[in-house]
């Protein structure tokens, strides 16, 4: 199935390892150039050597995403870089503890909320303008299936339910305009240096394998190369007739009908 984005310009945030790099290395696939960003170099540095060696043209940046003067000057030297971006990849994310709303901190909220809601929302608010001029663009959230039924901490599952209600609400407004907005809603995916590898590292194999079992209906973990065929999907012109969607990618995990 040809995607028909061979040349556009992607940005995917958080893109050095995890969900964020798969991202990166299913858009590079189909001959996107991708731009990626990651708060550390080393492994940034790694992730954009295997980009290059698609032959596809690669940015990186080293960017803290919690400064808006830092993500307005990531999206300029992308354009500057690469070109308009015409497809979004917001993946930077993050957790604390596993606490509940009376146990978090209101720092708690204003972190977690910071990291996974308001740098997605900066981004989108610099480069909707471009995308809808064009009369194209694509922008893929990830989320997670706790954004959508109960299931991680408190300030962790509100970040990701607001990120998904602020995909429906722009996907729905932007829509005229030949851009698309959604979600994606991962379940428990193991990648190196992610949440469940610590899980599995800090626990017995007996509290592990009772968490898959009660838990993962397939009898694993997932992994990260179906997240970044989900996003290449959403991002391709195939997907034209899909926005304020949200995708599940979880191997049946979540609960939630809708």
């Not at 189909?30 to 698609?54: F, K, M, S």
């Amino acid at each position: 199935m040809d995607l028909g984005i061979k040349g556009k310009t992607a940005l995917v945030t958080g893109g050095s390892r995890g969900l964020g790099r798969q991202s990166a290395l299913a858009l590079a696939a189909e001959g996107v150039n991708v731009a990626i960003c990651a708060r550390g170099e080393q492994r940034l540095n790694q992730t954009a050597d295997e980009l290059r060696a698609t032959g596809i043209n690669v940015g990186a940046y080293v960017a803290d995403l919690g400064d808006e003067s830092e993500t307005t000057a990531l999206t300029a030297s992308v354009e500057a870089d690469l070109g308009p971006i015409d497809i979004l990849v917001n993946n930077v994310g993050g957790s604390l503890g596993t606490s509940d709303l009376v146990n978090s901190s209101i720092d708690d909220f204003h972190m977690v909320m910071n990291a996974n809601l308001w740098s997605a929302v900066a981004l989108m608010k610099l480069v909707l303008p471009g995308m809808q001029q064009r009369q194209w663009g694509r922008v893929i959230n990830i989320s997670s299936i706790f954004g959508r039924e109960y299931g991680g901490t408190a300030p962790y599952m509100t970040a990701k339910a607001a990120m998904i209600a602020v995909s429906k609400h722009t996907g729905m407004t932007v829509a005229p305009d030949g851009v698309t907005v959604n979600s994606v809603a991962p379940g428990s995916i193991l990648h190196a240096g992610g949440t469940w590898e610590r899980f599995i590292e800090n626990n017995t194999t007996e509290v592990v394998d009772e968490f898959i079992a009660r838990n993962l209906p397939m009898g694993k973990f997932g992994w990260p190369e179906p997240i970044g065929a989900a996003v290449a999907f959403l991002a391709s012109t195939q997907a034209d007739l899909i926005t304020g969607a949200c995708l599940n990618v979880d191997g049946g995990q979540s609960h939630n009908l809708f």
